[in-house]
Every structure is written in C-alpha cells, then in structure tokens.
C-alpha cells in the first residue's frame, strides 16, 4: 500500500511541476529536466546506440518543451509523456540524418549490466550463470528488448508502454507474456545444469 502511495504522490508532484512549467516557471522546468535527465538519454542511447547524438535529441528536445510550453497537453502521466517524446525525436531525427528510412528500422540496443561487486564476489558457477541470462536477453527481438527495458528497468505500467511504443495495452502484455515465457524455456535447462553443478560441487567438498 506504501509502495502504491509513493508512486502517486510522485505522479502527483509530476503533475504539480508541469502545470507550473506550463505557467513559465524556470525552477520547476529545471526540477523536470534534472528528474528525467538520466533516465531519458539512457533510453535514447539504447534507441541510437550514440551517446553525443542521443545528448542532443534530448537537448532540442527540452529546449522544444520550454519553446512550446503554452501549447502543450496536460498528460495524465508525465514520465511516459516524456518517454515517448524522446522516443520519436530519435526517429525524426534520425530519418532526418538518413540513419533509416522508416521508424520501423529503428533497432534497441540493451546491453545487459550487472553490478560490479557482483562480479566481483561472484563464483565461477555463478559468473558462468550471469553469463547464460545475458545471452539470452541479448538473444531478444528489439521490440522485447524493450518492452523489458521499459517494464522492469524503468518500471512502467502496460498503459504506459503502449502509449511509448504505440501498440495496445493487449499488445504489450502479450508481447511481454511471450517474452518471459521464452526465457523461461531457454533458461530452465541451463539453470537446472548450474543447480546440478552446484550441489555436486558442495557433496565435493563435503567428503572425507
């Protein structure tokens, strides 16, 4: 209930915000721009796979919003507005410098990342184990790549993601069903080797 309750008041101070940017307020722009900054050129640069071309479209981008602040809607949700903002201007911008023809070549870059000190603390077995699931997410189609960025990286609701990415809310959750349901199937086989692998290990090193 806590977790439901902190994410409407976050809604709420969004909202808060963005009419007073609306009004002309330079602070409460400058708290948008500094709430969003990162997470929207993350998702640039995994549409553009170029940190100096993504930097820019979120740059025109921001600089657009303030240009056109008067005449702009009033969204329900502010983060997914903006998220399918910069979505699109990475495609006009890009079919502008002829990176691609049409929007539906645009192609999502997800390295998969896992902590440092994971790595670091992790055995052989698990670092081969990390290894296998990045395998498998890099195995992906764009469109599940990010569908999974935008879900469980982001954490973004079905509504919200179908409105980003311009499918149906069915769409989406299909989309993601299927995409778990093939990674699990993929991934059983090699985790249950890394479980069996494991105990065998521990009756190992459990003898006399």
Not at 189 to 202: F, H, I, N, R
């Amino acid at each position: 209930m806590d977790e439901f309750q902190d994410i409407d008041s976050e809604h709420e101070l969004h909202r808060t915000l963005w009419e007073r940017f609306q009004k002309g307020d330079v602070e409460s722009f400058e708290t948008l721009t500094e709430t969003f900054y990162r997470p929207l050129l993350n998702y640039a640069l995994k549409l553009s796979q170029d940190k100096d071309f993504a930097a820019d479209c979120l740059q025109e981008l921001f600089l657009e919003l303030w240009e056109r602040r008067r005449r702009l809607s009033n969204p329900f949700q502010i983060r997914s507005y903006l998220f399918k903002a910069i979505r699109n201007k990475v495609i006009k911008e890009s079919i502008k410098l002829r990176r691609f023809r049409e929007p539906i070549e645009l192609e999502f870059f997800e390295e998969v990342n896992f902590p440092v000190e994971l790595s670091i603390v992790a055995s052989e077995l698990e670092r081969e184990k990390i290894n296998q699931l990045k395998d498998l997410l890099s195995s992906l189609t764009r469109r599940q790549k990010e569908i999974v960025y935008l879900r469980f990286y982001q954490n973004l609701e079905y509504d919200q993601i179908s409105d980003i990415m311009g499918l149906t809310r069915q769409s989406v959750a299909n989309l993601l069903h299927r995409t778990l349901s093939d990674l699990r199937k993929k991934w059983i086989v090699p985790l249950l080797v890394w479980l069996l692998m494991g105990c065998t290990a521990l009756y190992f090193r459990w003898l006399p």
